[in-house]
């Protein structure tokens, strides 16, 4: 089995300021874990995916995540927000089988 | 590329009646899968294909969901009888090959489905 919890339902930072989405998942096996973001009435877009290369991932637009086996956390930063970045984002683990599961979601607010 | 193609993007219908949802994948993926959102639920993963073939439909609620794909271009979801708790976006992905699943999930607009 495998479960993914995202600790915040909202984050609010002001522009400009760095950006913290915390996840941490469970699984029996090594993981492939991404990070997905949703604008408002869009699909979802991926950010950056970890599949056992190196543990430190770049995305787009400005967005890393840093894959820690020991505390079994993929937490997603940004070191300077940007109103565009006001969305809703998406820790997604996806098994050895295949089956992908979705944590509940972050929204996150940016403020001017 | 034209991306994951979904249609209709909007449907509304009366409790009872039968829903179609349609999906064509990115040419060359091999890997489709379906998806529910709701405000109570998040996303859910309904079910999903590897090569045509259903690999976990463990996803799906209940007998009056049905999922099929005959063939690499296309899948359809059906809701037979449609009630007013499948109100929902239900989405679709497409995922390469090599990947057996594991990969990049690209995601059509969605189809935003109403039943009353």
């Known amino acids: 089995a495998q479960s993914v919890t995202q600790l915040d339902s909202h984050v609010s930072v002001s522009e400009g300021t760095p950006v913290l989405l915390r996840c941490n998942y469970s699984?029996?096996?090594?993981?492939?874990l991404f990070w997905y973001v949703q604008h408002p009435n869009k699909g979802l877009q991926l950010l950056l995916k970890y599949t056992s290369a190196a543990t430190l991932v770049k995305g787009i637009n400005g967005f890393e995540a840093e894959f820690k086996k020991s505390e079994t956390s993929f937490h997603l930063t940004k070191p300077s927000a940007h109103m565009s970045d006001a969305a809703e984002y998406f820790c997604v683990v996806i098994s050895n089988a295949g089956k992908s599961t979705f944590g509940d979601g972050t929204t996150l607010t940016v403020k001017p | 590329d034209a991306g994951v193609i979904q249609s209709p993007r909007h449907e509304v219908t009366e409790m009872g009646q039968e829903v179609t949802l349609r999906c064509k994948p990115i040419s060359g993926h091999n890997s489709l899968f379906w998806y529910r959102q709701t405000m109570m639920r998040g996303l859910e993963l309904l079910i999903y294909f590897n090569n045509n073939v259903p690999i976990d439909d463990s996803g799906m609620p209940e007998d009056r969901f049905s999922a099929k794909m005959p063939n690499a271009s296309f899948s359809t979801l059906k809701i037979q009888p449609s009630e007013p708790r499948d109100s929902a976006v239900y989405f679709c992905a497409s995922s390469g090959p090599g990947t057996s699943g594991r990969g990049e999930q690209f995601f059509g607009p969605g189809t935003r489905l109403t039943v009353l």
């Open positions: 699984s029996s096996y090594s993981p492939s």
